[in-house]
Every structure is written in C-alpha cells, then in structure tokens.
C-alpha cells in the first residue's frame, strides 16, 4: 500500500495517490492532471477511481480530465449531481483498490454531498480517513459554501456536527486525517499548518470535536467571526459540478508568444486586462501602467480569483520568461482560461518599443517610522480584518485586500497615503489596483507589518501620539 499526499502550497491544498497491487486511486486532484498519470506510469499501475470529497469551492478540480484520460471512474457521495458521467456512491459502499478498500462515509454539513473516504488497509484495518473540507486539522468546514438551494449555514452547520460525531469521531484513535487544506485556505477560519493528525489527536485539541460541545454551541462557535466567502467559491463549485474545458487546450491556446503589436492590439481591440505576475520588487521597479500585479510568488490563484471579478475578461500576462506554463496553469486552478497570450521579452520589448512605464514609491520599515516622527500621516492596512484587530498601527484605516474594489470610494484618492500589508506582497497588490483606479499618490511599506515591528516604532510613536494598538 502507498499513499502519498500531493500538496500545493499556493491553494493550501492536498491531493491523494493511493495505490495497491497494480490499481491507484486519485482524491481530490488539481487542474492540470499530468503529474498524477506520471506517478501512475513510473509505478506501473492503473487508476481505476478519481475520488471527490465534495464540489470545491476554491479551485477547479482535475477529475473530469483525469477520468477521461485514464479511463477512470469519478465517485462522489450520496446527493451529488453532475453535468457528466460519474458513480454516486451510496453511503457505506466499498471501492477496491488491488488489497485494500476505501469506503464512502457520508459527512454532510460542509456541503450537502460532502464525503469522507476511509481506507481500509489489507488486513482488514481502518487505517486514515480523507476527509475532504469536513474536518481539517485544528478546525472544520465552514457550512455557507453549499450550491444547493434551501438549505441554510445554520442546517447545514447542524448536520456537521451531526457528521463529525455520528460517523468519524466512532473511529479509532490511530487513524490518521489527511484533510483537503491546511492553514492559507479559506475554507475554514483557523486551520493548522500541520497537513495530517490523528483522530485521538484532534479530539484533544480541535475545538470542533470537544465531547461536551451541544450542537447549539457548535453552530454558534463555528458561524462566529465567519468572513465571507471569496467571490469566486460560487463559480468554480459550478464548474466541477457542471464540467470545463479541457486543460490541455486551455494550455494550448493561452501559451501564445505575442509580439508588440499583437499585445497592444489586444489590449485595446479586446478590452484585455494586463496581469503582471513577476516579483512585487520588479513591478515595483517598473511596469505597464494600469496593469494589476499579482505575483507568482505569493498565494496567487486564490488572489486571482478574489481580485479578477470577470473571468471571461481577456488576460494579457507580462511574465518571467520560462515561467509562461505556470502562470497559465495557476491561472487554471480558479477557472480563468481566458488568457490569450504573454507579450514576449516582457516588460524590456515593452520600453525597447519607446511605451511608457510606471513605477511605485516604496521605503524601508526604518523610513516609514523616521516620517512617522515628523508627521501625522494617513496609512491603509489592506491586511485581514482579523490580523488588524490582533495588531496594528493606531490612527490607520483598514481595508482588506479581498474587499478594497468594493470599498475604493471610502478612500481618500486625494491625500498622501502609506500602504502595508503583513509582509509586502498584498501591499503591491493592493496600490496597483488603486492606482488603475486614479490614485496616485501612494507609498508602499516594503516588509510590512512585519518590518515595522522590528523597528524603535512603539517609542518613536509614542513620542509622536501613536502606538500600536493590541
């Protein structure tokens, strides 16, 4: 028996290969689906089931590709229904996979359909449980994701308690949890970084599984301090219950080489937005005005996802040559195939062409706190509301990232503004949309909050009127 688990730290997220005795199987597996066939051909086995613990709200899953490719069988649990061919498994109901088996255990409560799937080892065993959005480690699903209609979060967060104590926490101490996220994903509201527990180990220190929890108090303790959801969850959920379109032509046709003309073209014919994905230090440096930097090198699908309202929209990449694959692979993963093309050699073919570029304020942390001394300055933390209530700079105004398109009128485009973020990279975000938006008098804060606070900030504020608030 093997089994190992797939994560991608940019989705906070964890696929599953499993296999025995020459047959696998693929839980919850990513867009692009070439490295599961791969694994697949080095170990020389076949993939007989794609297994989906639910309809993902957060990326766009690989299972309608994998299967056909594969010719594989997709399961979901009891109350799925799909726009393509797949097994609705009946709760209870055994899969075989050379010597062992997976069962579907029904776990409604995060979705209606939702499904954890235990692994039963060759000698009869219960051994891990996969558990999909429905427990993860440290917390459990948020139930206001569900595409069916008529039924409420307050249901919904009823019948996980229900799940969680009727059919997962009955099983052994030993078993090990392989959930579908970690700590990053806005699936849930405080998950672990660790990516796998035991069961015996959860019940210890998962607020969520205390024995003497009422179900009243679950759903109150689990609805509380709730965010919303991202704009985007709706839409790709639809998409893996309806279908998409085929990832490798998706790949074919976005991974287009354009030269000046064609990009300038396109940007002005087609209404085209230019997403400019390097480093937040090289957009800083220089780049295509009004385009929207969201980088690589940051938790970029679910930014995308959050940020680009219209995924129909026409993307124009300005990219790190080599790096043209990824982004479009990435871009994938939240159901944005709408990319037509990446201007070749980059941001130089565009300033060699004699067009005009943009660049951004940005000081040190230690320059920050140095105007900090001499003046009352206006400052954004475009930071979680959660992180600005745990910690942050007295006087300045938050607005988060994932709701700042909403709330550009409540900001003054006029006056002087100071702009951070944790550690630099949703700063850059943050000022490139206001900037598309007619502001252009900003300052990033390079490092962030995590800069300001190594430095003298709570004397020098103290001596200026402000301090960091706790």
């Given amino acids: 028996m093997n089994i190992q688990q797939l994560y991608t730290s940019c989705l906070s997220q964890g696929a599953y290969y499993i296999s025995s005795e020459g047959e696998a199987a693929i839980i919850d597996p990513l867009r692009e689906t070439q490295q599961y066939i791969d694994k697949a051909n080095s170990d020389k086995v076949q993939i007989k089931y794609v297994f989906e613990t639910h ?16 010719n594989s069988k997709i399961v979901y649990g009891p109350s799925a229904e799909t726009d393509y061919p797949c097994h609705i498994a009946k709760d209870q109901e055994e899969f075989t996979i050379g010597k062992i088996k997976i069962k579907a255990i029904h776990t409604p409560g995060h979705t209606p359909e939702s499904t954890t799937y235990l692994l039963i080892d060759e000698n009869g065993n219960n ?16 139930p206001d994701l569900a595409i069916a209609k008529g039924i409420t979060k307050e249901e919904l967060a009823g019948k996980l ?7 997962i926490m009955i099983l052994e101490d030993n078993v090990i ?6 700590a990053g994903s806005a699936c849930g509201k405080n998950m672990s970084d660790d990516t796998f527990s035991t069961l015996g180990e959860q019940k210890k220190s998962n607020y969520a599984l205390r024995e003497d929890m009422t179900k009243e108090e679950f759903v109150k303790e689990l609805l509380e301090g709730m965010p919303p959801p991202p704009s985007y ?10 279908g998409y379109n085929n990832f490798d032509e998706v790949l074919e046709k976005s991974k287009k080489a354009l030269s000046i003309d064609e990009f300038k073209n396109s940007m002005i014919s087609e209404n085209s937005l230019v997403l400019d994905v390097r480093t937040q230090k090289e957009f800083i440096k220089k780049h295509i005005p009004n385009s929207l930097f969201i980088g690589l090198n940051g938790s970029f699908a679910p930014w995308v996802g959050t940020l680009i309202k219209d995924v129909h929209r026409p993307i124009l990449l300005i990219v790190e040559k080599g790096k043209e694959e990824e982004a479009i692979t990435r871009l994938s993963r939240v159901g944005c195939d709408n990319c037509i093309g990446y201007l070749e050699g980059g941001i130089k073919t565009w300033e060699k062409s004699g067009n005009p570029t943009a660049n951004l304020e940005s000081i040190s942390a230690n320059e920050f706190i140095e105007t900090l001394k001499l003046n009352k300055i206006n400052i954004l933390d475009v930071r979680k509301v959660s992180e600005f209530e745990n910690q942050h700079i007295e006087g300045s105004i938050n607005f988060p990232l994932g709701q700042i398109q909403e709330n550009i009128s409540e900001i003054n485009s006029k006056e002087r503004l100071h702009v951070h973020c944790a550690g630099g990279y949703r700063s850059v975000i943050a000022i490139s949309i206001l900037k598309a938006n007619g502001f252009d008098n900003l300052i990033d804060i390079s490092g962030g909050f995590n800069e300001i606070k190594k430095t003298d900030l709570n004397e020098n504020c103290y001596r200026s009127g402000l301090v960091i608030n706790d």
């Fill in 177 to 182: 949890i392989y959930p579908a996220h970690g």
């Fill in 127 to 142: 051994h891990a449980i996969f558990t999909g959005d429905t427990l993860f480690i440290g917390d459990v699903g948020r």
């Fill in 55 to 70: 309809f993902h709200a957060d990326f766009v899953s690989g299972h309608v590709d994998l299967a056909r490719k594969t």
């Fill in 161 to 167: 308690y229900d799940s969680l104590r009727n059919k």
């Fill in 233 to 242: 969850f709706k839409q790709n959920a639809l998409l893996n219950q309806k």
